[in-house]
């Protein structure tokens, strides 16, 4: 517990960096070893429903890639050279020896990369339990409902045979209550970074929120309650800076460093979908039922976000972006998605429309995840920067 009690801010900053930098998972082999019962669970983005995991005495851990820290040298030979750079970090982390720690791998639906991974992770490592998890696309509970609740009682039979443990509904109501705080102390430190920018910048914001992709859920409470306590005592000055939504970079993450130099170019993110399944509820969820995998499958249905992740119109992914402007009163959008992202690359045009339709100034452009060269798009971020004060 002292370890995730930082005297500073800064030593929060410095622990969430080596989370983020440590490829061989030390956390989550440490976690592991205290207990016969426990596995670990690797997970792609997006969402996927972690309450299940943990109460079944197993750590659910973000699988993001390595970005530019790991050399790809086997991966590339796995996939194609037109998709998104994310897997073959991911498949050159198992094949390295990375992973073998884990028990288990969850792959979301998201695109089809996604499940092609999932296939080769089966064959590479096929002592291993991994499940490509299909989320509905139909939102009616007696169709799209019956069919998630199936697959997540699948998943729940499948996990307990890894350990022994049987899902209780007690056990499932205390992780909703822990998750439901976990969201809500992430929430408190996103007003931070929305209301004073200059406090908790976008790059520390997003080194912390990755330490939620790591640390056990109780242990990731009491930190981000102390890195709340801590910001709230900074006295910074602000700067001649504009407000900016990102949109775009919910799967594959922007290396740390483009985060940074958007910064850098004159622009504070006040929003952004980098991570986004770890907020993927915006509401407490019941947390004491009789039925509590029934209240995951609800959640999902009636209060999953309207972005490129899940099955909805452009029309509802046009207006929850032009709401996330209106409310941290942004100046501008900023679409920064990776190369060969369909399910961005395809949103992005009627996005962008959307955004000429109520007069919202945007650029866009494209990155892969161990991208190292900044300069043009620190270019274009500024020129933006610039062009919106001037309009202003």
Request: hydrophobic share 40%; charged share 20%.
């Given at each position: 517990m002292e370890t995730w009690m930082p005297e500073t801010y800064d030593d929060a900053i410095t622990q969430s960096r080596a989370l983020f930098e440590d490829l061989t998972y030390t956390y989550p082999r440490e976690w592991k070893a205290k207990a016969d019962t426990r596995r670990l669970i690797g997970y792609l983005p997006i969402y996927i429903p972690r309450e299940i995991i943990h109460a079944l005495d197993m750590l659910p851990v973000g699988l993001f890639g390595a970005g530019d820290r790991l050399p790809v040298v086997r991966g590339d030979a796995f996939f194609q050279s037109y998709i998104c750079h994310l897997p073959r970090t991911v498949i050159e982390l198992a094949l390295n020896g990375n992973l073998d720690d884990f028990d288990g791998f969850i792959f979301p639906s998201i695109c089809d990369v996604i499940r092609n991974l999932s296939g080769i992770f089966r064959m590479k490592m096929g002592d291993r339990y991994v499940r490509y998890l299909d989320f509905p696309q139909n939102f009616n509970p007696e169709v799209g409902g019956t069919y998630y609740r199936s697959e997540l009682e699948r998943l729940i039979d499948d996990l307990s045979k890894l350990n022994g443990v049987v899902l209780t509904n007690s056990a499932l109501n205390k992780a909703i209550h822990l998750y439901n705080r976990n969201r809500n102390l992430l929430q408190r430190l996103d007003s931070i970074r929305v209301d004073r920018p200059h406090?908790?910048?976008?790059?520390?914001f997003y080194l912390i929120r990755r330490a939620g992709q790591i640390l056990e859920v109780e242990e990731c409470n009491r930190f981000w309650q102390r890195v709340i306590d801590l910001a709230d005592s900074i006295v910074r000055e602000p700067e001649d800076k504009i407000r900016v939504v990102v949109s775009g970079s919910f799967c594959e993450q922007p290396p740390l460093g483009l985060i940074k130099t958007i910064e850098n170019a004159g622009c504070y993110i006040v929003e952004d979908d980098f991570q986004l399944g770890l907020n993927w509820f915006r509401h407490e969820l019941p947390a004491d039922t009789d039925d509590p995998l029934g209240v995951l499958v609800?959640?999902?249905?009636?209060?999953?976000?309207?972005?490129?992740?899940?099955?909805?119109?452009?029309?509802?992914?046009?207006?929850?972006?032009?709401?996330?402007?209106?409310?941290?009163?942004?100046?501008?959008?900023?679409?920064?998605?990776?190369?060969?992202?369909?399910?961005?690359?395809?949103?992005?045009?009627?996005?962008?429309?959307?955004?000429?339709?109520?007069?919202?100034?945007?650029?866009?452009?494209?990155?892969?995840?161990?991208?190292?060269?900044?300069?043009?798009?620190?270019?274009?971020?500024?020129?933006?920067?610039?062009?919106?004060?001037?309009?202003?």
């Open positions: 406090v908790v910048s976008a790059t520390d609800d959640a999902y249905l009636n209060h999953s976000p309207a972005s490129s992740a899940v099955y909805t119109t452009e029309e509802a992914r046009g207006k929850a972006l032009l709401s996330q402007v209106q409310e941290q009163k942004a100046d501008g959008v900023i679409f920064c998605a990776p190369s060969f992202c369909d399910p961005a690359l395809l949103d992005r045009p009627a996005l962008e429309q959307s955004m000429d339709q109520n007069h919202i100034k945007h650029f866009s452009f494209q990155y892969h995840e161990n991208l190292g060269q900044f300069h043009v798009i620190k270019e274009q971020a500024g020129t933006f920067a610039d062009m919106v004060k001037l309009w202003e």
